[in-house]
């Protein structure tokens, strides 16, 4: 996982609250093999309307979300953060996240920030003046930046600190290498082994 | 990290406990998780295509493709092996663990393979599977498993990748269980009417959070094919894993096996192995006591495994549940499977038969369901399919002339796979047919869109094979074949 120290990008705005898992990608997408290429399944069905905020040249290459509340409710699918991720979105911002899908985020390094309802619609505000203005998130500081406005959000420190180390929970395992190898080393011989074939 | 401390502990401890003290890699502190090492992974082609992708996006290896082993199981078809998958979805899932595993390294018995079959038969026919050993799988049945007396359980998706990636998981402790069967079994009752007997009686959340372990003289008595059966549905119960303590009957299936321990490493496992069974004076978080004696061929007539009863009652009513939750259940359940309160389950006909799936398709199954229908003549009507486990077990099925008793009989031998476990492959239930089967999951559609599923034992289901309505083997006229 790459390390999120800043991000600098164009910020789209979605007034929607409630976005459940099902509306960022629908079920049919669910039969693919890859863990990649998720970027057309991305709000699939509201895509479908030229009107859409993505399908909007402003916003065209977004990275950063600011949605309405409760964003991620819904079918515990890990498929709704990869489509994110593919698409491009490297942060999303709202006034309260599902659970189960901040969970998924972190493991995928999507910066999900908690921001006040107050700040959402300021944003909103600013983005409806100045369509495709760009935003800064400092995961450190736990701030963004947008035009004037200097906002504070919210995430759980662990999280937090393994997206500004850049560690999956692999990664984090990973860590432990040498007790994973000294573990091994005195493993057994009569342990099962899959390999040579016998 | 583990300690000798942590391996000599100083107070009793149960076989679950000790399984999990001698896998600790890390030991967690703080509320984080305990890193536990695993020493066996089952791969399967529905759950792994995207940990594959996740290894190779990061540029991982699997760290050990030495306790790896991979097979096709959930999309396979039982008929013409030999001709390219018909369906676009699972032939894609199926080529994409053949390319994952030969880009990664990993063993893979692939369909028409002689070690080809359900993951969960794979492992133990091996002697892979083996006492004190932990197990995982990105497959919910993997709890079959447990029956060695190692600790297995079902993982999702990214724990597979992470699972491949460092051969640990990070894992809080479960909490322990004890059922205990004692006495003896009627004659015709058999392990799998005691797991069904066991989860109408705690209900399919009463294991939430348990490692379940089956004890008692009625546990002891059964052979390794019966442990099998009752570790498997543990998660029909709820739980993480079942487990049953390991002794001769363990030490004697696996003996011999082709990855079985030799020499001085079987020597020095055994003697381990003998240390597994829970301490006198450990204390578990949960009892439950069942009377082996009092226990009947059982079926469900609902739609979860808990809904079950005798085969010689009736269709329950909703109104004889007290719980409101129960009630409603069993009113949608009772509408699925167009059943009627009151009616005696024996009067219940069906229209398909199928002996299979990770819980009854082993050897010992087979042979229980071929002792019933030997010299007899399947009920006009009726569909029967007779699906092995694995590859291995058809060919030691026809080695020992089961599939000309099926055949005779009037039933479909197939090749090895889920088959009609779950609609996955082309063995389905059309909407609206009844079937009397041996797996694990009675859920709406679980046989195929609109099909009624009603779990039962290999002797029943051969019982209702030949009748054509559900039925025990003493419902059938005398009979000369020998029983099993
Ligand atoms: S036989 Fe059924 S329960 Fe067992 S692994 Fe296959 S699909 Fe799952």
Redesign the interface.
């Known amino acids: ?1 790459e390390k999120f120290t800043t991000h600098t990008g164009v910020v789209a705005p979605l007034t929607r609250s409630a976005v459940d898992t099902d509306q960022i990608i629908p079920a049919v997408y669910l ?1 693919r ?4 290429g998720f970027e057309d399944a991305l709000f699939a069905s509201w895509r479908q309307d030229p009107e859409f905020v993505l399908n909007q040249p402003a916003y065209r290459d977004a990275s950063i979300l600011v949605a309405g509340p409760d964003f991620g409710t819904g079918s515990s699918r ?1 498929h709704a953060v990869w489509a994110l991720r593919d698409y491009g979105f490297r942060v999303v911002l709202s006034p309260r996240f599902a659970d189960i899908f901040r969970g998924n985020a972190g ?1 995928q390094g999507l910066v999900t920030g908690v921001i006040s309802e107050s700040d959402t619609e300021k944003v909103w505000a600013i983005i409806a003046a100045q369509p495709g203005i760009e935003m800064t998130v400092d995961l450190e500081a736990r701030t963004a930046q947008i035009g004037d406005l200097r906002l504070t959000f919210e995430i759980d420190d662990y999280t937090g600190w393994r997206l500004l180390e850049g560690l ?3 990664g984090l ?2 860590r ?1 290498e040498a ?2 190898a ?3 080393a005195r ?9 040579p ?2 | ?2 300690t000798v401390a942590a391996r000599i502990p100083d107070h009793p401890r149960t076989l679950a406990e000790k399984v999990w003290d001698d896998h600790v ?2 030991k967690g502190e703080d509320g984080r998780p305990d ?1 536990i ?1 695993i ?2 992974h089952l791969v399967h082609e529905v759950t792994s ?3 594959f ?2 290894l190779r ?2 540029g ?1 290896p699997v760290r050990r ?5 991979a097979t096709e199981d959930h999309n396979t078809p039982t008929l013409a092996i030999d001709q390219p998958i018909a369906d676009l ?1 699972s032939r ?2 199926i080529e ?1 663990l053949r390319r994952n595993a030969a880009e990664f390294g990993v ?1 893979l018995h692939s369909l028409g393979d002689k070690e080809q079959g359900i993951v969960h038969v794979v492992g133990p026919q091996l ?4 006492p004190g ?1 932990t197990v995982v799988c990105g497959d919910s049945h993997t709890s079959t498993h447990g029956a060695f007396g190692a600790m297995a359980f079902g993982i999702g ?2 724990e597979v ?2 699972v491949l ?4 998981l ?1 894992l809080k402790p479960f909490k322990t269980m004890a059922i205990t069967v004692e006495g003896e079994l009627k004659p015709g009752v058999t392990a799998k009417d005691i797991i069904l007997a066991v989860i109408a009686k705690i209900g399919t959340n009463g294991g939430q959070g348990y490692v379940l372990e089956f004890r008692g003289s009625a546990i002891r008595a059964l052979s390794m094919e019966g442990r099998m059966t009752i570790c498997n549905m543990s998660i029909e119960a709820g739980a993480r894993a079942g487990m049953v303590a390991p002794d001769e009957t363990t030490f004697a299936y696996l003996k011999g096996r ?2 079985a ?1 030799e020499g001085q ?2 020597e ?2 055994v003697a ?1 192995w003998r240390t597994l069974p829970t301490d006198e004076g450990a204390v578990f978080d949960a009892e439950v006591f069942v009377a082996a004696d009092t226990l009947e061929p059982f079926v469900t007539w609902g739609t979860n495994p808990g809904q079950g009863v005798s085969l010689s009652d009736v269709v329950p009513a909703p109104e004889d549940f007290e719980d409101p939750n129960e009630q409603t259940a069993a009113r949608r359940a009772l509408e699925y499977m167009d059943l009627v309160p009151g009616t005696p389950l024996k009067d219940v006909p069906v229209d398909a038969v199928f002996m299979g799936s990770c819980t009854n398709s082993r050897i010992e199954d087979l042979r229980a369901f071929a002792s019933i229908v030997q010299g007899r003549t399947k009920a006009d009507g009726v569909r029967v399919m007779v699906v092995p486990g694995s590859a291995r077990v058809r060919l030691e099925a026809e080695a020992e002339g089961l599939d000309k008793v099926f055949v005779d009989f009037g039933a479909e031998w197939r090749f090895a796979g889920c088959s009609m476990c779950l609609g996955m492959n082309p063995d389905q239930l059309a909407p609206g047919e009844r079937c009397a089967s041996t797996s694990n999951r009675n859920f709406e559609g679980r046989q195929g869109k609109g099909g009624r599923t009603h779990l039962v034992s290999p002797l029943v289901a051969a019982a209702t094979a030949v009748l054509g309505r559900l039925a025990s083997p003493s419902d059938l006229p005398a009979h000369t074949a020998v029983e099993a």
């Open positions: 996982m039969k093999v890859t863990k990649t890990e493991k999956d929970d692999i395992t990973l432990d007790a994973i000294q573990f091994e493993r057994e011989t009569w342990r099962p082994r899959t390999l074939v016998r | 990290m583990s890699v890390v890193l090492y020493d066996l295509p995207q940990a992708d996740g996006a990061e991982r493709l030495d306790l790896t082993i979805t894609t899932q994409t063993r002697g892979l599977t083996m050993v998706t990214s990748e992470h990636a460092t051969q640990t990070p082709p990855h321990p490493d079987w020095d496992a381990y």
